[in-house]
């Protein structure tokens, strides 16, 4: 039996560490650590209301933005504010170009190196490389004079001996199964897509400003302007025409490059569409709302739980069921860590029980992360563009079950493939296509309403702190592109005094709970082949198809509960 | 020649003077694009405003046979700073970090992983001692012996202690790298300090911002690459170019702040026509950086252009000193164009170029720009003096 540790897991966002237990070339125990924490909810304590999002989006700059949206949802709830259509539209806009942004980079940027060999790349022919991609799509850039000169920069990158961020990758692996042809094709389209990502997220910076943590959001609505006839308003004819140059480019890449190479590359991997299912339960809040009053009838994605990976049924959610448990984190409760708790009702003190640093391994048998450990009704659930699909496919919804089966059929798979690592993949590659043609129709709304002289963008009936109630609590929503985000708020006498995240990768990076229940990436990496104990390859494969993101998933509530023991 | 361009033949190549002939017969020889050389020389002319005759050192800069190592850290961060980095446009981020500096650890874009991933930064740490440059971003935990942010098992101020150490350039990048940021801000629940408050005694360059703007950061590898050092830097060691005049100063609203024509609450006739927003809590009267100038995202924008006040996110502990960030600053802006500040102001942009252009008396220029300097520092601290 041997103990294997990664860390730090690299291309995620923030600091993950993973250890496996391996026997007999198989994974037959994980453990998922945090190993960073910053306490941003403690910060926010005492703060306007009002800027809660600027401080919330500092959570993460990767899935930056999602986590302001959270924010000025829950802020906005507690209040009752409703913002004007042309506000949740602007945020629709920013969210789903998040979503197809954060999904494109990381398939190319984040996930591919555990499946594409860059090495291998040179050996292959681009006179092959080139009808292999003409073969999966009619993208122009397939000739081989591309390949061939991409071929040529690679070499000369491994003639140099200075591979820079390729450099002491896992090349030569028996793991990696893609022919030369095909590494190309990806090393090819790894670097199209940091192209395509500088450009595409300029929505951001029209909208917001900046990109990385765009900045126009305001409780009530938006400050982005719009006026057809007014060359400084934010939005006029001229930045309607941007945008769609935009989306259109993005459609043509998703359609033309990422989804052909998913379906391609997938194709070489049968087996890992039986590998890495873990926990089999899925929850989403839902979103993308079609009306202001965030109602659930009218999302885009829609809300609910698949349990025990059964499709014929969708369980409705209430995020009132929602809780989290401290037994395995570095965290203490003070009636004791066996009990979980609500996020609005949470008191956390973070309570470091580690091995003293420099460390070999975490106490993995006692607690071991920063990250706590949330359930639904007291199970563990795996969030994100999986549980988005699988929701969305198991509820009838047209759109999703359309692509979904149409890109099964191409793979010659049952539905029930999608519990797997390489489904989770799959899935977000079929997201990014759903959302990216949701853009062009909200930008063509956006456009539609400025023609017609409809330019509100904010509510300001609440803007003045003397109009709000002395305490109001709040409950903001957002399915990010890594799943489930929510966001609790208390607010008294116009200050915050509780404020609470649980984001997606709390759910999916989570350690173990007072059940000794795994959470889903532990459950996901047993049974995992592993060829070579010394670079355990497999095991990113699986922690990767999750995308995640620690910063997000470590926090805390509050550091004595004072708000509540003063209240109770 | 082992590298073809990738670009498709563009005009571009047409711009370039017969001077520059021999500085192209260069690049070619070593596999640079002439499209690629020319987006080098636009962004160390944009951005650090030098003479296009300076193109010739830039390209022998290029032609060094072994690129110079970077790695990148990252502690108690949110990534926004790497994102930022991969949006870079002039030089493109694939250039940055495959062409022009061997980019060997950088957590969340780096092929390699756990012991492999170790490895790669101590062989850095021991082969390129003294020769290789180190980007930081987040904060850095001080608190209960640094439990808060661990990497391999060691704590986030061991490795920083470690690897800025044996640097010979030391970049902070973002907020959180140079003075604690948002991390560090009230109550400070982990002890978070800036990378030059956790590791006395660094010479450390930092590029402030949440997150830092990246076409400056690309300026300043550029820089270096091109002369070998840091351009010159302001009292509080951020590049002049960047960090010299006020976002006020170079605001593209300022002549409404000059008329009086304010947005009086928000989504109104004022806001629509891109009047200031200097009542709804614009910091920019107290914040430097170039926003206004070079923008974010291949100059797309920023956010006083999209509608929203600045939040002064350059600004020493800005988190703390700068926020509520919807409450008007407390010492009225006078109107009418300050006239102390803006003669520092289009002074600077001048002598920049003159600095750094001119190397040899850049320490002249530097010297005389710094007691310049302090009086656009001041206000940053202070907030804007009262009007004439």
């Given at each position: 039996?041997?103990r294997i540790?990664i860390?730090p ?14 026997n007999d070339h198989?994974?037959t125990?994980?453990?998922s650590?945090?190993?960073m924490f910053?306490g941003i ?6 703060r306007d ?14 899935c ?7 924010s000025v949802r829950a802020?906005e ?11 949740r539209?602007?945020r629709?806009v920013i ?6 942004q ?11 190196l555990?499946?594409?060999?860059v090495i ?6 681009p ?10 799509s009619?993208?122009p850039?397939?000739?081989?004079v591309?390949f061939?000169a991409?071929q ?8 140099s001996?200075?591979?820079s961020l ?5 090349w030569?692996?028996?793991a ?17 897509a940091l ?6 997220i300029?929505i951001?910076?029209v909208?917001g ?9 305001l409780?009530?609505?938006m400050?982005t302007?719009?006026d057809?006839?007014?060359?400084d308003?934010?939005i006029n004819?001229?930045r309607?025409?941007?945008?769609n ?7 043509e ?5 990422y989804?052909?190479?998913?379906l ?6 049968p087996?890992?569409f ?5 926990i089999?339960n ?5 979103d993308?709302?079609?009306d202001?009053?965030?109602?659930e009838?009218g999302?885009?994605?829609p809300?609910g739980?698949?349990l025990g990976?059964?499709?014929a049924t969708v369980?409705?959610l ?18 004791g860590d ?5 996020p609005?009702?949470g008191?956390?003190n ?8 420099p ?6 048998n006692e ?7 949330p359930?639904y009704?007291g199970?563990?659930m795996?969030v994100?563009?999986l549980?988005?699909?699988l929701?969305?496919?198991a509820s009838g ?7 979904v089966?149409?890109?099964l059929a191409k793979?010659?798979l ?7 690592t390489l ?5 977000r590659a079929l997201e990014?296509d759903i959302?990216v043609?949701r ?5 063509a709304?956006?456009?539609d309403n ?8 904010h509510?300001?009936d609440?803007w003045n702190?003397?109009s ?14 890594r799943g489930s985000l ?8 116009k200050?915050?005094v509780?404020y609470?995240v649980?984001?997606?990768?709390t759910w999916n ?7 000794q229940q795994?959470?889903p ?5 047993l ?5 070579d104990p010394?670079?355990?390859l497999?095991v990113l494969?699986t922690?990767?198809?999750?995308d995640?993101?620690l910063?997000?998933?470590v926090?805390v ?5 004072a708000?509540?023991n003063?209240?109770? | 020649?082992?590298h ?6 563009s ?5 370039m003077?017969p001077?520059?002939?021999?500085v192209?017969e260069?690049?070619r020889?070593?596999g640079?694009?002439r499209r ?8 160390v002319?944009t ?5 296009s ?15 110079p190592v970077l ?10 700073n790497t994102?930022?980095?991969l949006?870079?446009?002039h030089?493109?981020v694939?250039d940055?970090?495959l062409?022009?500096?061997s980019?060997?650890?950088h957590e969340?874009i780096?092929?390699?992983?756990g ?7 101590q062989?850095?740490v ?9 980007v930081?971003?987040?904060a850095i935990?001080?608190?209960d012996?640094?439990?808060y942010?661990t990497i391999?098992?060691r704590?986030a ?5 470690e690897?800025?150490g044996?640097a010979?350039v030391i ?5 959180c790298?140079w003075d604690g940021?948002?991390?560090?801000s009230?109550?400070n629940?982990t ?5 030059q408050?956790?590791?006395?005694g ?7 911002g949440?997150?830092?703007n990246s076409a400056?950061?690309?300026a ?6 091109t002369?070998?050092e ?9 590049p002049?170019?960047a ?5 006020h100063?170079?605001?593209e609203?300022r002549?409404h702040y ?6 009086e609450e928000w ?5 629509r ?6 009542k ?8 430097n950086?170039?926003?206004p100038t070079?923008?974010w995202n291949g100059s797309?924008?920023?956010?006083v252009?999209?509608g ?6 350059a600004?020493?502990r800005?988190?703390?000193?700068k926020?509520p960030f919807y ?10 164009v300050d006239?102390?500040?803006?003669e520092i ?5 001048g002598?920049v170029?003159?600095?750094t ?9 530097r010297?005389?720009?710094a007691?310049?300097?302090k009086?656009?520092?001041s206000r ?5 003096k009262?009007?004439?």
């Amino acid at each position: 039996m041997a103990r294997i540790v990664i860390d730090p897991v690299t291309r995620i966002e923030g600091h993950l560490r993973i250890e496996v237990e391996v026997n007999d070339h198989k994974v037959t125990d994980a453990w998922s650590s945090g190993t960073m924490f910053r306490g941003i909810e403690l910060i926010l304590r005492g703060r306007d209301p009002r800027e809660a999002w600027i401080w919330a989006q500092r959570i993460c700059g990767v899935c930056t933005t999602v986590h302001a949206l959270a924010s000025v949802r829950a802020v906005e709830n507690a209040l009752s504010v409703e913002i004007p259509e042309n506000a949740r539209i602007i945020r629709n806009v920013i969210a789903a170009s998040q979503n197809v942004q954060d999904h494109i980079i990381h398939f190319y940027h984040l996930h591919a190196l555990d499946w594409v060999d860059v090495i291998s790349a040179l050996k292959a022919d681009p006179a092959k490389t080139a009808q292999l991609a003409q073969s999966i799509s009619d993208w122009p850039k397939s000739s081989a004079v591309y390949f061939k000169a991409v071929q040529d920069r690679v070499k000369t990158l491994a003639d140099s001996r200075q591979l820079s961020l390729f450099g002491s990758g896992d090349w030569g692996h028996p793991a990696y199964k893609l022919p030369p042809e095909a590494n190309l094709l990806a090393v090819a389209h790894y670097i199209e897509a940091l192209k395509l990502q500088r450009e595409f997220i300029r929505i951001q910076a029209v909208l917001g400003g900046k990109n990385p943590h765009p900045q126009t959001y305001l409780m009530g609505g938006m400050a982005t302007t719009m006026d057809g006839s007014e060359p400084d308003a934010v939005i006029n004819p001229e930045r309607i025409t941007l945008l769609n140059e935009l989306v259109a480019n993005a459609q043509e890449f998703v359609r033309q490059v990422y989804l052909p190479d998913v379906l391609a590359i997938a194709g070489f991997y049968p087996e890992w569409f039986q590998y890495g299912a873990g926990i089999g339960n899925y929850m989403t809040y839902g979103d993308y709302s079609g009306d202001t009053t965030m109602s659930e009838s009218g999302f885009f994605f829609p809300r609910g739980i698949v349990l025990g990976r059964d499709l014929a049924t969708v369980l409705a959610l209430d995020p009132n069921n929602v809780t989290e448990y401290v037994t395995r984190s570095w965290y203490e409760y003070p009636d004791g860590d066996q009990a979980a708790k609500h996020p609005a009702q949470g008191v956390t003190n973070p309570k470091y029980s580690g091995p003293k640093p420099p460390y070999e391994f975490l106490k993995t048998n006692e607690k071991y992360s920063w990250l706590k450990a949330p359930r639904y009704n007291g199970k563990p659930m795996e969030v994100g563009p999986l549980a988005r699909t699988l929701v969305a496919y198991a509820s009838g919804n047209g759109n999703v079950m359309r692509i979904v089966n149409s890109t099964l059929a191409k793979l010659k798979l049952p539905a029930s493939a999608l519990f797997s690592t390489l489904g989770r993949v799959a899935a977000r590659a079929l997201e990014a296509d759903i959302m990216v043609s949701r853009l062009s129709d909200w930008v063509a709304q956006l456009d539609d309403n400025m023609a017609h002289g409809n330019v509100r963008l904010h509510n300001g009936d609440k803007w003045n702190p003397n109009s709000w109630p002395k305490s109001a609590q709040g409950f903001g929503f957002h399915e990010a592109p890594r799943g489930s985000l929510g966001h609790w708020v208390e607010i008294e006498d116009k200050k915050i005094v509780n404020y609470q995240v649980v984001a997606p990768s709390t759910w999916n990076a989570g350690p173990r709970d007072a059940q000794q229940q795994r959470g889903p990436y532990e459950a996901a990496l047993l049974d995992t082949p592993i060829a070579d104990p010394e670079r355990p390859l497999e095991v990113l494969r699986t922690v990767h198809s999750f995308d995640p993101c620690l910063a997000c998933a470590v926090h805390v509530v509050q550091a004595n509960g004072a708000a509540h023991n003063k209240r109770h | 020649m082992t590298h073809q361009p990738l670009f498709t033949p563009s005009s571009a190549g047409e711009l370039m003077s017969p001077m520059d002939r021999s500085v192209l017969e260069l690049c070619r020889s070593h596999g640079i694009s002439r499209r690629r050389f020319l987006e080098f020389c636009a962004a160390v002319t944009t951005t650090l405003a030098l003479p296009s005759s300076y193109a010739q050192i830039v390209a022998t800069a290029l032609s060094q046979k072994k690129k110079p190592v970077l790695v990148w850290l990252e502690f108690q961060d949110c990534a926004g700073n790497t994102e930022s980095m991969l949006r870079t446009s002039h030089p493109t981020v694939e250039d940055l970090v495959l062409e022009s500096f061997s980019w060997e650890y950088h957590e969340t874009i780096m092929a390699a992983y756990g012991k492999a991933a170790e490895s790669a930064l101590q062989r850095v740490v021991r082969e390129e001692k003294g020769k290789y440059i180190v980007v930081v971003e987040g904060a850095i935990p001080t608190a209960d012996g640094g439990v808060y942010c661990t990497i391999g098992g060691r704590t986030a101020l061991d490795i920083a202690q470690e690897v800025c150490g044996s640097a010979a350039v030391i970049i902070a990048v973002g907020a959180c790298a140079w003075d604690g940021g948002l991390v560090r801000s009230g109550p400070n629940p982990t002890g978070a300090l800036g990378l030059q408050g956790a590791v006395p005694g660094l010479h450390v360059v930092n590029l402030p911002g949440c997150p830092h703007n990246s076409a400056n950061t690309a300026a300043v590898l550029v820089h270096y690459l091109t002369f070998g050092e840091m351009p010159a830097l302001d009292p509080l060691n951020r590049p002049l170019f960047a960090y010299g005049h006020l976002i006020h100063d170079q605001c593209e609203r300022r002549a409404h702040y000059d008329a009086g024509r304010f947005i009086e609450e928000w989504d109104d006739e004022g806001a629509r026509k891109g009047w200031c927003l200097y009542k709804m809590g614009c910091k920019g009267p107290e914040a430097n950086l170039n926003c206004p100038t070079v923008q974010w995202n291949g100059s797309t924008s920023w956010p006083v252009k999209a509608g929203h006040g600045c939040i002064a996110c350059a600004s020493p502990r800005f988190w703390d000193t700068k926020s509520p960030f919807y409450e008007r600053l407390p010492h009225p802006a006078g109107f009418g164009v300050d006239v102390t500040v803006s003669e520092i102001g289009w002074t600077v942009v001048g002598a920049v170029a003159v600095a750094t252009a001119a190397h040899g008396v850049t320490s002249i220029i530097r010297d005389r720009r710094a007691s310049e300097t302090k009086t656009d520092e001041s206000r940053e601290k202070t907030g804007p003096k009262e009007g004439k």
